[in-house]
């Protein structure tokens, strides 16, 4: 599904350049706790997607080291971790978007439903058809909001007629939370929304094309409290229907939104347990040094 | 359980500030309750007005700490450990500021009792309440300040001590009146100051179970004392 490919600007801006650069030698030092393993509860019964040992390098240079995890139906996960820890490597492992990265290999097993999402026979278009993903920075086409939401549908033939399409669009747009708002400029440009319209009318995009699982990549980083609050709150409302894992900075946006929470450190998963705990009594002390700024 | 080492230095001043007033109430609120206990047992009337004129400082002190605390929620958001340490301490205070009002009671009644014989059958078992008492709020602030959950156990683990002094003391004060209805009037007034000891000892088994809840995590409010054991403090079993 390319309409949601990184053709577009957010991915090289926020993608493996912060990756793959290590923290400064004076930061690993200071916290020197030995991280062996994932502490915590990281795998759930009937996972949507599961991963096992999974090892992601650039190059010469790994950038995700054995991790494995479950993400489970219909749950918002959220990964949370320093700049460079793996957090968004991770999350684009998930839809095979590493792939478009020259050098990027992945390793271990990946699936969905209980398919191997790596195996040849596996088109990467179809699958990031079902685990659709949303970028840090709001990038509709410059079409407009209709064909913004319509490309995904237009592109995999959902559509057998005028109507259906406009069907689908109309409830991409429902569910995103936008519709009403835009409801009389469907053939005005999508570029012309605020910019928590334009991350709404992105998630509509997503969900036109009826994916099983959403991955975000600070999907509010860019937006102001309000638009975030509205986003968070469709986010709550999608959950019912899909699954939902997002990378994001803001902590308080994990603690508020995700049921579980994911905390990564150079390249390793430290901890995975529910988002209650994390944020009261977390597991490891990495992870309650980062979520109470005890480092940088 | 640490409270500095954040990136934000101010923020490790804001909770460390906080920490400090808070033994500094503890401290205050300890002087008060020892004076109050001497000024009943020594019938010094004196030293009873000077307590009971002196709670203010204490019910300040609990106001500053709140709006500290108020400010550090809303402008600091605080997570895990250090969310623990300002809940903790919002709920230590207010036990803090009622050991203050207990004291205060305590010296009220002794300004009275000053004035009339005293009643030295009980003179003994009053005594030995007292010292329970005042050693259980004594250790339960230290725990506080040592972050010592084992300590904290440990005080847990004297409330039905403090118990048994009472009710032996009741027993006492009720033969007392039985004997003479002329002493209920200040033998009622010496049950309500052992009631408010008992009260003392109570707020400080409070105060350890939030330094359990501070170091640990895990809120122990009205469980029983084995099943803490075994839960949270497994390795203690062995020895």
């Known amino acids: ?296 | 359980m640490e409270i500095g080492h954040h990136i934000s230095q101010r923020y490790n001043q804001e909770l460390e500030d906080i920490r400090t007033r808070v033994l500094k109430m503890g401290a205050l609120v300890e002087s008060q309750a020892e004076e109050a206990v001497k000024a009943l047992l020594e019938r010094d009337g004196k030293l009873a007005k000077k307590v009971a004129s002196s709670d203010y400082k204490i019910n300040r002190l609990e106001v500053e700490i709140d709006e500290e605390c108020t400010q550090v929620i809303a402008r600091r958001q605080p997570a895990a450990s250090d969310l623990r340490l300002v809940i903790a301490v919002v709920k230590v205070i207010t036990d803090l500021e009622r050991i203050g009002d207990e004291a205060e009671k305590i010296a009220t009644y002794s300004i009275k009792l000053a004035k009339k014989p005293p009643i030295s059958a009980m003179h003994s078992t009053l005594l030995h309440l007292s010292e329970l008492v005042l050693s259980m709020l004594h250790d339960a602030l230290d725990s506080f300040a040592r972050m010592d959950t084992d300590k904290a156990l440990e005080v847990i683990s004297r409330g039905s001590n403090i118990n048994r002094e009472f009710d032996d003391l009741s027993r006492l004060l009720i033969t007392y009146m039985m004997e003479d209805s002329h002493n209920i009037k200040r033998a009622l007034r010496v049950i309500w100051c052992a009631r408010s000891l008992e009260r003392i000892g109570e707020h400080s088994r409070n105060i350890c179970e939030y330094v359990i809840f501070l170091v640990k995590g895990k809120d122990i409010r009205h469980t029983d004392l084995q099943e803490i054991l075994a839960e949270h403090f497994p390795d203690d079993d062995s020895d």
């Open chain 1, 1 to 296: 599904m390319s309409d949601v490919l990184p053709t577009l600007p957010g991915l090289s801006a926020t993608g493996d350049n912060a990756d793959t650069q290590p923290l400064p030698v004076e930061t690993r030092d200071e916290f020197d706790v030995e991280i062996s393993g994932t502490v915590g509860k990281p795998f759930v019964d009937n996972p949507k997607m599961a991963s096992r040992n999974c090892n992601v390098y650039y190059g010469d240079k790994q950038a995700i080291f054995d991790v494995n995890l479950d993400i489970g139906k219909n749950e918002i996960i959220a990964m949370i971790g320093p700049s460079g820890c793996g957090k968004s490597t991770y999350l684009r492992v998930l839809n095979r978007m590493n792939d478009t990265i020259p050098g990027c290999r992945v390793s271990g097993e990946h699936t969905l439903d209980g398919e191997d999402i790596y195996s040849p026979d596996q088109d990467p278009v179809l699958l990031r058809a079902r685990v659709g993903m949303v970028f840090q920075k709001p990038n509709p086409f410059p079409k407009s909001i209709y064909d913004n939401v319509a490309y995904g549908p237009r592109l995999h033939g959902l559509a057998r007629s005028r109507t259906e399409l406009d069907e689908i669009v109309e409830k991409s747009l429902m569910r995103a939370g936008l519709f009403k708002e835009v409801k009389d400029d469907l053939q005005k440009p999508g570029t012309g929304l605020s910019g928590g319209q334009q991350q709404r009318l992105c998630i509509a995009r997503a969900i036109a094309v009826d994916p099983e699982v959403i991955l975000m990549d600070e999907p509010t980083s860019a937006l102001d409290p309000i638009a975030t609050a509205t986003i968070e709150e469709l986010m709550d409302e999608l959950k019912s229907r899909y699954t939902i894992a997002i990378v994001t900075h803001s902590m308080q946006q994990a603690a508020r939104v995700s049921q579980r929470t994911a905390y990564f450190h150079l390249g390793k998963l430290v901890e995975v347990n529910p988002t209650d705990q994390v944020f009261t009594n977390p597991e490891h002390k990495l992870t309650e040094n980062y979520i109470t700024g005890r480092f940088g």
